[in-house]
């Protein structure tokens, strides 16, 4: 596949992601996709995404993510995004549930593209910003 096809497939990604959509998951992520960070306990794969997702939506049920750049290299493509988040959901990290705040975090993903769907999911985000934006851990400094 192009470069550019293996974005159109990470961009779907996003648009089911951002959509809460999980049933339509399986269009573009592998039923045996490997993922680099699940927490720990999740089962691996496509069930292990979607638990990851049901448990982010339930604290943040405004979540969104923005796709800033998309880079791809024969099957790998590379997203930086940033989130938006107000947390009125459950309890979270000590956080109490429904606290209101405002929450801002960046992240890059690395997928691997193959046959049209994601196989290989690694991705690194600001976590230590979302707990002092939650006011779990005081901010540097502080």
Do not use: C
């Amino acid at each position: 596949m192009s470069t550019e096809a293996n974005k159109a497939i990470v961009r779907r990604y996003r648009e089911i992601y951002n959509a809460h959509q999980l049933d339509q998951l399986g269009d573009v992520l592998a039923p045996d996709l490997k993922s680099h960070n699940l927490m720990p306990g999740l089962p691996p794969g496509l069930d292990g995404i979607k638990m990851v997702h049901q448990g982010t939506v339930a604290a943040f049920p405004d979540l969104r993510t923005t796709t800033e750049q998309l880079l791809a290299d024969g099957d790998t493509v590379i997203e930086v995004w940033s989130q938006t988040q107000t947390h009125t959901g459950i309890a979270l990290f000590g956080a109490p549930a429904n606290s209101g705040k405002k929450v801002r975090t960046t992240g890059i993903s690395v997928y691997r593209i193959r046959d049209g769907k994601i196989v290989e999911h690694r991705a690194e985000m600001d976590f230590f910003g979302v707990m002092v934006q939650l006011g779990v851990i005081p901010a540097p400094g502080m």
